[in-house]
């Protein structure tokens, strides 16, 4: 099944140069269909890829580094997907594409060798628990690169590259001074884009965390025992708490807004990566 896994890699390159040229193209149309397609064919690959691999094992693809990125890369795509139903934005699906791009040509470092789990992984709940908290992550990813991209359409204004398109709108129409409206759309789409996702993950890493804390309850009798894994989801659920609390309790717009976004996803990432290669703990075989 390593034609399923290549396949998703091509979609996905296919869809990062397909919405590359979409940034640039004044007939938008068509390469954004192009742009979803191949992020559509290179998902459902990897889903096809997933599967074979969880029958082949007899458990859930989720025991190791590989196929933890395997199913992060699956997650973002499909988030984003999600999201661009509604409305497009050419910017964030290059961004999107690139970072399942890179996801995928890292998790292919990796040995892709079927091994049986060690005794504390053989749990139903780790499909509960990795599923939830990667499908979060895939919400949180997706919500940085919008952040990401929001901060940098605020400092350009409006500017062609960064046009959005409401689903089903033709989105060939050129931003000009005379035009006005385009580029606070396009800042306010991506905020919006923003405070979806991010309330998205943060839903899916609550549960995720709650369903570990029973599972570490089951395997080693304690529902928390601050390991550094632990300890660093809890940081990242904290900066993520702080943001929807500034977002819409407080009011919070804009920079501000945005960094705390980035800030989230720092975490994030040192939270999956930092914390198995810098520190040790219980979650030390998740390499």
Known sequence: MTLAFNLSLIGYLAALLFAAANLVARQQRRLAQASTAGLVVGVLAQTVYMVWRWLA????????MFESLVLFAWAIVVVYLALQARRQLPVLGVSTALLAVLVLAYASTFETNIEPLMPA?????????????????????????????????????????????????????????????????????LESATDKTIAFGFLFLTVGILSGAVWANSAWGTYWSWDPKETWSLITWFIYAVYLHCRFLRGWRGT???????????????????????????HSYAK
């Not at 094992?57 to 190791?64: I, K, M, T, V």
């Not at 499909?127 to 919400?139: M, N, R």
């Open 121 to 189: 992984l053989r749990s139903n709940w780790l499909t509960v628990h990795v599923f939830a908290c990667f499908l979060g992550y895939g919400g949180l990813a997706v919500g940085f690169l919008s952040s990401i991209c929001y901060l940098v359409a605020s400092r350009k204004g409006r500017t062609v590259p960064l046009r959005a398109a409401a689903a089903g709108e033709d989105p060939g129409r050129l931003v000009t001074p005379s035009n006005p409206p385009v580029g606070a759309e396009v800042v306010g789409a």
């Open 57 to 64: 094992a007899g458990r859930a693809p989720f025991g190791n």
């Open 256 to 282: 501000r807004a945005a960094w705390i976004s980035v800030l989230g996803f720092s975490a994030v990432i040192f939270t999956y990566f930092g914390v198995n290669y810098l520190l040790s703990g219980l």
